[in-house]
């Protein structure tokens, strides 16, 4: 199965700092957004990125291989702040596994970044949001409407950090020809609403192009926070193949520490296939 890529970020018009971080590279994909300000959020998604990236360059990832991440990534973050600095990040990514032979997307999140997939009858959004909004929503205590004006709209129910154990969200969805998966970081859809998400997912082929529209939309609206995505395209019927990453993968695993930002990851990485 060829599976084919973008990502782009930007640190929006209002942040300091871009908190964001994302890995694309085979079989694993994701972003994670940092939280815990200067020296901390940046620090936090930097960690689980480079936990990640641990399985780059391998021929699938298995459930536990991707639990492991989470877990070493939760260690990690708890060792690096305490109850005077604190720090955590979310993570949305998807990895290629092969359940009984079978070739699968794992989908993973805790927090409130999200995976989307583009099916025959539109653009659903896979995750669910570890928000308190989301489960007002979901208890139907409050109105779909209302989120982005309601008090609580940033307070996360779930995230990956020093309060709590690792607890991330599966799914596992067979893979398909003409799959397409969106990773993203709420700076995007802060901005963007769903309509407009699934038509820059059906319009743009290119995954790359794809991803830049998506951030350039979200940069134009004002971009109150950072954004990041990442666009997969599972099954697509051209590709390259497999680079033998190995060693050399965690230092492909992007993470932009200088100011600025709007730095696209390495092109060296990003051209492969999975068998
Ligand atoms: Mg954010």
Redesign the pocket.
């Known amino acids: 199965m060829l599976t084919d890529w973008g990502s782009a970020t930007d640190r929006g018009a209002v942040r300091e700092a871009n908190e964001?971080a994302l890995l694309a590279y085979p079989p694993v994909f994701l972003v994670a957004?940092g939280m815990g300000g200067h020296d901390a959020g940046d620090v936090a998604s930097r960690i689980a990125v480079e936990e990640f990236a641990d399985l780059a360059g391998e021929d699938g990832a298995t459930p536990e291989d991707v639990h492991g991440c989470f877990l070493r990534a939760a260690h990690r973050i708890g060792s690096e702040f305490s109850t005077s600095r604190q720090g955590g990040t979310t993570v949305a990514g998807i990895a290629l596994t092969r359940p009984d032979g079978v070739p699968s997307w794992l989908v993973f999140t805790v927090g409130d970044s999200r995976v989307y997939r583009r099916t025959p009858g539109g653009v659903v959004q896979v995750s669910v949001d570890h928000s308190v909004t989301a489960e007002l929503v979901a208890r139907g205590e409050l109105d779909p409407a209302d989120v982005p004006t309601h008090p609580s709209r940033h307070v996360l129910t779930r995230v990956l950090g020093t309060a709590e154990p690792a607890d991330p969200d599966y799914w596992l969805l067979p893979a398909q020809v003409g799959d397409r998966f969106l990773l993203c970081?709420?700076?995007l859809t802060r901005e963007l609403a769903d309509a407009e998400i699934a038509s820059v997912l059906a319009a743009a082929t290119d995954p790359r192009a794809a991803a830049a529209e998506l951030v350039a939309r979200a940069v134009a609206r004002g971009a109150r926070?950072?954004v990041t995505v990442v666009v997969v395209d599972g099954g697509a019927r051209t590709g390259l193949r497999l680079p033998r990453a190995g060693a050399d993968a965690r230092d492909r695993a992007w993470h932009d520490e200088r100011e600025g930002t709007t730095l696209p990851r390495p092109r060296t990485a990003r051209d492969a296939v999975v068998a």
């Open positions: 964001d957004d970081t709420d700076g926070d950072n």
